[in-house]
Each structure stands twice: as C-alpha cells, then as structure tokens.
T-cell receptor, first 113, second 111 residues
Framework: DSGVTQTPKHLITATGQRVTLRCSPRSGDLSVYWYQQSLDQGLQFLIQYYNGEERAKGNILERFSAQQFPDLHSELNLSSLELGDSALYFC????????????FGPGTRLLVL | KNQVEQSPQSLIILEGKNCTLQCNYTVSPFSNLRWYKQDTGRGPVSLTIMTFSENTKSNGRYTATLDADTKQSSLHITASQLSDSASYICVVSYNFNKFYFGSGTKLNVKP
C-alpha cells in the first residue's frame, strides 16, 4: 500500500459525459501527479501540482483539467469524453517533486462506451 | 524528438536466473532516470532513481546502471523470483518535472 488513495476504482460512462477522478496524496506530500495509461499509448504524464499550484504540464488535452485543493487532495476532470479516453488514470505523490520517489495510487479504470 | 526506447519488449526466464533490461533515451536536457516495476492493473512501484552523476544504483536484487554519455541505462535482476513477473518501465525526466516513459519490458519468470 503506497498511501495514495484514488476514487472511484472503476467508472463506466458514455461518450460526451464528464467525470471527476479524485486523489488523496500520502500524508506530508505536497506534489501530486496525474498519469494516463492506455493500451496503445502506454503511460503518459498529464500534469503536476505542487502545494495547490500547477507546476508542470504534459500531454493533457484541453478537455481535461485538474486542481489541487488546500487540503492537498487533487481532482482530475475529464469532459466531452470520447471512446479513446478509456484508460487507467493514476495519481502519484511525492514530498516536493524534483528528484524524489513518486508513490503511485491504485488507479481509476475509466471505460467510455 | 524526446524518446525513450526499451528492449526487449518481452522476456521469459527461469526462476533463479539473472536478466538485464535495456533503456535508451534521447531526452535532453536530462534530469534523472527512473525504473519502475508494474504488476498488471496496479500502480507502478519505484525501483531506482539516478541523476546524471550516478553510474549505478541498487535496490535489493535490482541494480540499475546509467551511462549518460551514450544515453543508455540497464536494469539487472539477480536470482529472479516468480514475483518478479511484471512490466518494467524506464522513465526519463526532462527539466525535472516532465516525464517521458518507455513502453516497458514485460518479464515472465517461470518455475
């Protein structure tokens, strides 16, 4: 158990809909990262937040957005969902963020029908 | 173009044997290189993190090497166990906070 929690574990929705994925980092960690893992693209870095502020952006689509709240939990919002958005979405956390170990959560499996 | 390539794509070895996985990258500027172990359907688990100045790093039976001049890294697994069956992913960090992932090597350890 990494100490990072993600909810929900599974999500099934329809194209065009909007969903919110939630992540609680390990106690004391200030950085949160979001990753997408699909069968054809592998793991991709989406976005990083540090202490409430966006720190780095990867291959995040404009339809996707994230935020980190004052209690340090984070949410990833996915809107206008397409079939290709079906994937495992992982959240990871680290104390600060540059050269440290990232601890991954168990992931949210999203299926868009 | 920043890329991370891993080889082989898949590997089958017998329990107790050693194996070496390769990672070549073109990411620049390079911040650090990470190796992760990922069991099917679960989150990756960090094995090692190496910076530019580190040549080798060990974590139990896992030893990673890095040659920053040739932009190559390897992960050596000693005395493999059935529980080592997983995907091993190489990740190269760019500018400290952007990450490029290899497609992974799927290792199957057979009894």
């Amino acid at each position: 158990d990494s100490g990072v929690t993600q909810t929900p574990k599974h999500l099934i929705t329809a194209t065009g809909q909007r969903v919110t994925l939630r992540c609680s980092p390990r106690s004391g960690d200030l950085s949160v990262y979001w990753y997408q893992q699909s069968l054809d693209q592998g793991l991709q870095f989406l976005i990083q937040y540090y202490n409430g502020e966006e720190r780095a952006k990867g291959n995040i689509l404009e339809r996707f957005s994230a935020q980190q709240f004052p209690d340090l939990h984070s949410e990833l919002n996915l809107s206008s969902l397409e079939l290709g958005d079906s994937a495992l979405y992982f959240c990871a956390s680290s104390v600060e963020g540059t050269q440290e170990t990232q601890y991954f959560g168990p992931g949210t499996r999203l299926l868009v029908l | 173009k920043n890329q991370v390539e891993q080889s082989p794509q898949s590997l089958i070895i017998l329990e107790g044997k050693n194996c070496t996985l390769q990672c070549n990258y073109t990411v620049s500027p390079f911040s650090n290189l990470r190796w992760y172990k990922q069991d099917t359907g679960r989150g990756p688990v960090s094995l090692t993190i190496m910076t530019f100045s580190e040549n080798t790093k060990s974590n139990g039976r896992y030893t990673a090497t890095l040659d920053a001049d040739t932009k190559q890294s390897s992960l050596h697994i000693t005395a493999s166990q059935l529980s080592d069956s997983a995907s091993y992913i190489c990740v190269v960090s760019y500018n400290f906070n952007k990450f490029y992932f290899g497609s992974g090597t799927k290792l199957n350890v057979k009894p």
